[in-house]
T-cell receptor, first 113, second 116 residues
Framework: SQKIEQNSEALNIQEGKTATLTCNYT??????LQWYRQDPGRGPVFLLL?????KEKRKERLKVTFDTTLKQSLFHITASQPADSATYLC????????????FGAGTRLFVKA | DADVTQTPRNRITKTGKRIMLECSQT?????MYWYRQDPGLGLRLIYY???????NKGEISDGYSVSRQAQAKFSLSLESAIPNQTALYFC???????????????FGEGSRLTVL
C-alpha cells in the first residue's frame, strides 16, 4: 500500500541547533514533495516544494533534500529558535497542482531556549 | 481578513444531526478541497472540486457530501453525524501548476466538530 511516514515521536532540540525531520514514502513516485508547518489549532502553512529532479532546496534557514532512490526527504531548520516549535507535515503531490495531495501525520518539534 | 474562511470554527452536535461546514475564499482559485485531520493519521482528503461543475470524491467520502455553490464557496455536509466523524476539518484551495505556481495548498483555520 502507499504510505507516507514521519517520525511520530516529538523532536526536542536546543535553541541554535539544527533540527532534522524525516519523511519516508513507499509505493509512490511523486513529481513533487512539499513541507508544511502547522501550529496548534491552526491550518497548515506551506513552506517549501521540491521537485523530483531537484536534490536540494533552500529558503532562509530551511533546507529540504529529496532522494527518490531512498524514497526519502529530509527537512532541516538551521539555527533553530523557540518560534520554530510546531508540527511539520510532509506531503506528496503526485501530479502537481495540488491534485489529491497526500499528507504524512507530521512530526512535532520543540525548540528549547 | 483570512483568504480562506471556515464557519463554524467549533461545533458540538449529537448523533444523527445534519451538519454543514462552510468555506469561502478570496484567492480566486478554482480548486477547492475538504480534508479531515485526526491525531496520528494526518490530513485525509474527503472531496475536491476543480470548478463549480466538477466534484470528485477523495479518500474518505462515505458519510459526507459537498456543494460548490460558486467559485468562492465550497460546503461540506454530514447528513447524519456519527461520533467517529469527530475531527478537525480543513478547507483548502490551490492554483493549477504552471509558471511559477508552486502547487501549494492554502488552508483555512479549521472547523472542530464534536459528535456526541
Amino acid at each position: 500500500s502507499q504510505k507516507i511516514e514521519q517520525n511520530s515521536e516529538a523532536l526536542n532540540i536546543q535553541e541554535g541547533k539544527t533540527a532534522t525531520l524525516t519523511c519516508n514514502y513507499t509505493n509512490y513516485s511523486p513529481a513533487y514533495l512539499q513541507w508544511y508547518r502547522q501550529d496548534p489549532g491552526r491550518g497548515p502553512v506551506f513552506l517549501l516544494l521540491i521537485r523530483e529532479n531537484e536534490k536540494e532546496k533552500r529558503k532562509e534557514r530551511l533546507k529540504v533534500t529529496f532522494d527518490t532512490t531512498l524514497k526519502q526527504s529530509l527537512f532541516h531548520i538551521t539555527a533553530s529558535q523557540p518560534a520554530d516549535s510546531a508540527t511539520y507535515l510532509c506531503a506528496l503531490d503526485p501530479r502537481g497542482g495540488g491534485f489529491k495531495t497526500i499528507f504524512g501525520a507530521g512530526t512535532r518539534l520543540f525548540v528549547k531556549a | 481578513d483570512a483568504d480562506v474562511t471556515q464557519t463554524p470554527r467549533n461545533r458540538i452536535t449529537k448523533t444523527g444531526k445534519r451538519i454543514m461546514l462552510e468555506c469561502s475564499q478570496t484567492k480566486g482559485h478554482d480548486r477547492m478541497y475538504w480534508y479531515r485531520q485526526d491525531p496520528g493519521l494526518g490530513l485525509r482528503l474527503i472531496y475536491y472540486s476543480f470548478d463549480v461543475k466538477d466534484i470528485n470524491k477523495g479518500e474518505i467520502s462515505d458519510g459526507y457530501s459537498v456543494s460548490r455553490q460558486a467559485q468562492a464557496k465550497f460546503s461540506l455536509s454530514l447528513e447524519s453525524a456519527i461520533p467517529n466523524q469527530t475531527a478537525l476539518y480543513f478547507c483548502a484551495t490551490s492554483d493549477p501548476m504552471g509558471g511559477l505556481a508552486s502547487g501549494e495548498l492554502f488552508f483555512g483555520e479549521g472547523s472542530r466538530l464534536t459528535v456526541l
